[in-house]
């Protein structure tokens, strides 16, 4: 490292940190996908089907998410109406 | 009865030949009797690194089709005692390894031996799983950049789902390795740091090898980096087979070198 870069380094991004924090993310998810029940995206399609019944509501505005913690498992659905 | 212990990453060219040659001549010279397998089908490189190209006659398919048997394949090595490999076949025909075949030559290799080390080709598809079903343990090769480790999660996820002990319910018992260190630019913030990857990926460490020349200068010369201990890599490779064989070792090598105020203004190395 020469004295520029050491002049520069001041104003430099940590970009480890950028790094870890987006695989956090990446990593717990492709976690989650991988431990999730089988019959799950297919309960999402037909959640999916029942709302659409009523409102239309493009595929990605309904997440369907099983968290486990310590002594139950917590199915957690999210769905985003149109205006 | 060996212990089964796979070299995998998902990822391609982080390491895992260069490991496996390293950890099972480390093995090795600790006394216990290690073969070092070649699951890298069509693409035969071990022995280049092991440095017994040129004594490679029969292969591991060779000896799963009955061609030869396993004493033929098996190549002794003429620095390390207690030592051998089982090259890879160079054929383009990717389902030569069968499940039957390769469970039938761990078995023979097991009565022989204390430890199996295979070395798996990269990927997450058939041949790396093929590296890895019957695995006791493993060793998950990780460099510390973004895409090795989300492969080496990948990787982990098929150990935990695929492999013959998570069938039988049991767990395969994972080691981090993370290679290619580079503990001065882990100090400026531009590298993950080993706390940073044993986080992501919550893998108990077994070692943290340096980026380091000595390892190309191995290659080149076909021996082993462990055999060069002379350098931070093959320092560090003894002490991940140390902890493999459950010692407690402290780390060396992963702080950055202090640098004076003089060096660092000239862009001392
Ligand atoms: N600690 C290190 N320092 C410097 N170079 C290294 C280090 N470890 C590995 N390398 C280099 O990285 C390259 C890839 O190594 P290697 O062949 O062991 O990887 P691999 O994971 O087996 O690759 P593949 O996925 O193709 O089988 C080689 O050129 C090797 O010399
Ligand atoms: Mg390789």
Not at chain 1, 29 to 55: A, F, N
């Amino acid at each position: 490292m020469g004295i520029f870069d050491y002049l520069l380094k001041k104003g430099k991004p940590n970009t480890a940190a950028v790094a870890k924090e987006r695989l956090q993310i990446i990593v717990a998810h492709e976690r989650r996908k991988r431990t999730e029940p089988d019959y799950l995206p297919m309960m999402q399609q037909e959640i999916l089907e029942v709302i659409r019944k009523y409102v239309q509501i493009a595929d990605d505005q309904v997440s369907v998410q099983l968290e486990d913690s310590d002594d139950c498992s917590v199915l957690e659905l999210n769905i985003t109406l149109p205006e | 009865m060996a212990k089964i212990i796979v070299v995998t990453s998902g990822k391609g060219g982080v390491g895992k030949t260069t490991s496996s040659a390293a950890i099972a001549t480390g093995l090795a010279l600790q006394g216990h009797k290690t073969v070092v397998v070649d699951f890298d089908v069509g693409l035969r490189n071990l022995d280049l690194i092991m440095g017994c190209e040129r004594r490679v006659v029969y292969d591991f398919v060779n000896v799963i089709n009955k061609e030869a048997t396993l004493n033929q394949a098996l190549i002794k090595d003429k620095r390390t005692d207690g030592l051998f490999i089982l090259p890879a076949s160079q054929t383009r025909d990717k389902d030569a390894l069968t499940m039957e075949g390769v469970q039938t030559v761990l078995d023979d290799l097991s009565k022989d031996f204390e430890f199996i080390i295979c070395d798996s080709p990269a990927g997450i598809e058939q041949g790396a799983q093929m590296a890895l079903y019957f695995a006791d343990e493993a060793i998950v090769v990780t460099n510390p950049e973004v895409s090795s480790v989300r492969d080496s999660d990948r990787i982990l996820g098929i150990l935990q789902s695929k492999s013959m002990r998570a069938e039988q319910g049991k767990n395969v018992k994972e080691h981090l390795l993370l290679t290619r260190y580079n503990p001065d630019r882990v100090a400026t913030a531009e590298m993950l740091s080993v706390a940073d990857v044993e986080e992501i990926l919550a893998v108990p460490l077994v070692g943290v090898i340096p980026e380091s020349e000595a390892v190309l200068k191995a290659s080149n010369q076909g021996a082993p980096v462990i055999l060069d201990q002379e350098s931070n890599a093959g320092q560090a490779y003894t002490d991940a087979v140390r902890r493999l064989l459950g010692e407690t070792v402290e780390y060396r090598f992963i702080e950055a070198q202090k640098k004076g105020f003089f060096k660092r203004l000239l862009g001392g190395k």
